[in-house]
């Protein structure tokens, strides 16, 4: 019996040892797998999901005051993308859309960045910070995600065809890399 009592009372003394240990090789492993994957600025990008519906009626005022819409866009192909200043997969997006816009403006593309509440003077802090040359929006009360697209998830994304036809959602950052893959053969459509 007193040998059992021993036993019994150095196995209570070592289990928590082993505990602590395997959570150290828990932590270990799951260091080592996140530490191995790819840095966000190169491997951040969801996948669109392929949709058909008619683009939303939108009226929004932009970051200089001028009000649009975006049957403004009409015969355009328009990546609409709500966003904000504080969202990080909004930031790291954001160099990506830039630059596809600008190899694509002269085939009939656009960028609107509709921000999503943010202050005018951040909006703007953030367009300058960023060389932002797209068209930029505001949404104070949350017209676009709440009624418009219908979302509550930035960033989110939408590309209409020339027709006024929704075809993308992409929701979560996107990369040049998808852009070119899924927007570009909507930019080639004839119109």
């Known amino acids: 019996m007193m040998v059992e009592s021993r036993s019994v009372k150095q196995t209570l003394k070592i289990l928590p ?3 602590i240990s395997l959570g150290i090789i828990l932590i270990a492993v799951s260091t080592y797998f996140i530490l191995r994957e790819e840095t966000p600025q190169t491997n951040f ?5 392929k949709v ?5 009626g939108l009226t929004l005022t932009d970051i200089q005051g001028v009000e649009h819409s975006i049957s403004d866009y009409q015969g355009q192909v328009v990546l609409i993308n709500l966003w904000a200043t504080w ?9 990506a859309l830039q630059s596809f816009y600008d190899n694509n403006k002269d085939r009939g593309f656009t960028v609107i960045a509709i921000n999503d509440g943010d202050p005018l003077a951040a909006v703007a802090k953030f367009a300058e910070d960023y060389d932002l040359t797209f068209p930029i ?10 009624q ?16 006024g036809t929704v075809q993308l959602l992409w929701v979560g950052g996107i990369s040049r890399a998808m852009l070119d ?11």
């Open 17 to 19: 040892l082993i505990l």
């Open 45 to 49: 990008s969801t996948v669109p999901v």
């Open 52 to 56: 058909n519906y008619d683009a939303p």
């Open 87 to 95: 969202c990080i997969p909004c930031k790291e997006e954001m160099p």
């Open 137 to 146: 929006w505001l949404d104070p009360t949350y017209i676009a995600t709440e």
């Open 148 to 163: 418009a697209f219908k979302t509550m998830n930035l960033p989110s994304s939408f590309v209409i065809d020339r027709d």
């Open 181 to 191: 893959e899924h927007v570009t053969p909507i930019i080639m459509e004839k119109p």
